[in-house]
């Protein structure tokens, strides 16, 4: 050491100042230039990892645009998606309004609208009819959860291949959705929403359950609809008979029923019948032999009668009833029975038809009307008219015309009910009340007369008294009760039935008297039920009601069966058979009535001519009576003969003999016109009181 301190010594001069250089101050450094200085190199991205990843900041970026663009997409396919309905309504929903008609014995008279049949069930089938359809339309049905994505994927490739639609892949319980709930669009977000309610559906319903509800829903062409309509109407049997063969042939018609609808083109079916077999066959519901054996068995369509449709008045009038029936929302498939007797409907519109186009003409006569109602209120038969093709119009139902002397059995059982006998006598002489004066149709007056005598031969004079000895308004009461609602206008012409009242009405009075007293209520529908056997409506016969003493009834009966055997009804007998009836002729003609009854029925009969025009001189006795005849030994067919309660009261007699009940009856009268009393009502000393 030399002993200086290290503070004195010199440092020692750089290679720079050894050189001579000029040495300056060093300056300062920045903290961060200090720290690279000090700190460890960052290497650099090269190229390749730069682009990575750029690329996967790009592909993150364009997965959640892609994510978010696909959600939105997947939310816009189900926007708007219609509920899937409940499962009842999945038996009516799209389902056009229609009804089908049958009689009381089961037989079909019509159907209004498509044809549906009633409802199948599976437990009813034989096993090859539901695998005939399962072979035909979807083998994988009881794999897949109501779509089937094997099936779309493989769907999806051809048609992106093919560059057109040539496969659909669609399950049944697609197809009922596509056909039940949705539009009938082709576009992805339809198919979508398909696929979405269909597993939906499986979800709620068993497979059977979805199935059967297919074989009652799908079209089969030709207008029918369901399995039962198909296989009633083209092999005229149900579907638990349905052969192999007709089995496959009815599953090879949804894919096309237009088309191959076999009223029209059997062979193309036929066709597509053997695929369903070869189908059955390969999934193992059948063997190549049954098959084969289905695939030649002979096909025979069953040749239907059209519908008559004269029937069709009948039909309208249970469509009307039908309305004040059932609620607004009733289902839309309707089985209604009606009492109508399909037999005798079609004897009673022939016999209206045949005989008016025979005497019509000569008569001036273009219409007639008919109606038969059973004792218990069943209509058996309506006729509206002579031709429903020509003319809907329902003469039985809807036209009110002036029933002329047919309206004289309301007069007098107003008359008896109020206390007078068929014996009592009144002047048949000219009268005038105010300023009216009723004549009778043959212009001659027969002096004293007893009441049955008066109506037998329907003297006009007599009617016209009673109905002022108690009053119009009576005999309007007396006519609502007897269950005619039509207006009636309370005057005194009123006893010669110049208020305009329905053929239905009217023979639904005189059905009072066959009752004996107790009012008729007919009725044209049974029951009324839906396809799946749900009853809506079911008549049920009313308690009796009396509506005239049982006396009444009696002596009015007896009076018009003495107007068939003894007066102007003569031509409305029947062989065999006691018969009691009326005739009714309005004011030139216009009108001509016959209306009466036996002991199981009661008819009504109207000629005339729909604008009002007089016929030539046609009375009730004449071609309404005939007419009458011919309807009610129609309606008595096979029937034991009864005759109707009171008849036994009508004994005839002679001519003389009624001309002594006549003056005997005139003087008791006028001794009681002196006495004050009744001679008839006197009794002897020793009777008991």
Known sequence: MDGKSPASAKPKP??????????????????????????????????????????????????????????WYYRSLYTGMPDLPSTAELWTVKREPATEFRSLDGSLLAIRGPRYGRVVRMA????????AFIAAEDKRFYVHDGADTTAIARAAWINWRTGRTVSGASTITQQLIKNLVLDPRQTI????????????????????????????RVYFGAGFYGLDAASTHYFGKPPAELSLAEAALLAALPQAPSRLALTGNLDDARQRQAYVLSEMADAGFIDVLQADLARKEEITLVEREGEDPQFGYVLDAAAQEMRALLPEDAPPDLVVTLTVEPKLQ????????????????????????????????????????????TSEFNRATQARRQP???????????????????YDIRQDAPLRIDRWEPRNYTGIYLGPVTLAEAYAESLNTVAAQLTQEVGEETVVETARRLGIESDLNPVPSLALGTSGVTLEELTRAY?????????????????????????????????????????????????????VENGTGGAA?????????????????????????????????????DNDSAMRRVSGGGLPAELFSGIMGLTLAGEEARAPRGAERYVAISEAAEQRVTFYRTLAGAFATVSGRDVATLQPANAQQ
């Not at 009813?124 to 695998?131: A, G, I, K």
């Not at 079609?346 to 008569?363: I, K, N, Y």
Request: glycine letters at 10%; proline letters at 5%; hydrophobic letters at 40%.
């Open 573 to 609: 007998r029947v062989a065999g058979w006691r018969v009691a009836g009326k005739t009714g002729t309005s004011q030139d003609w216009r009108d001509a009535w016959f209306v009466g009854y036996a002991r199981p029925a009661v008819v009504g009969v109207w000629v005339g001519n």
């Open 189 to 216: 977000r339809r198919k979508a929403q398909e696929v979405r309610l269909a597993r939906e559906l499986e979800e709620r319903l068993s497979k059977n359950e979805i199935l059967e509800l297919y074989l009652n």
């Open 124 to 131: 009813d089938l034989p096993p090859h009819v539901p695998q």
């Open 346 to 389: 079609t004897q009673v519109q022939e016999l209206v038809a045949a005989t008016m186009a025979e005497q019509g003409p000569d008569q001036s006569a273009s219409q007639a009307a008919a109606i038969v109602m059973r004792d218990d209120g069943r209509i058996a038969a309506m006729v509206g008219g002579v031709d429903y093709t």
């Open 14 to 71: 750089t290679p720079a100042a050894k050189a001579g250089s000029k040495q300056t101050a060093p300056k300062k450094k920045t903290p961060g230039l200090q720290r690279k200085a000090t700190g460890k190199a960052k290497p650099k991205l090269s190229l390749r990892w730069r682009l990575i990843k750029y690329g996967l900041i790009a592909l993150l970026v364009t997965m959640l645009g892609a994510g978010g663009t696909g959600y």
């Open 404 to 422: 002329g002397s047919a309206f004289k059995a309301v007069v007098y059982t107003a008359a008896l009910n109020n206390g007078a006998s068929p």
């Open 511 to 563: 059905g009072t008297f066959m009752k004996d007293g107790l009012r008729l209520e007919p009725f044209l529908i049974a029951k009324i039920e839906d396809t799946r056997g749900n009853v809506h409506f079911e008549h049920v016969e009313p308690s009796a009601r009396r509506v005239i003493r049982e006396d009444v009834s009696r002596n009015m009966t007896a009076m018009m069966v003495r107007t």
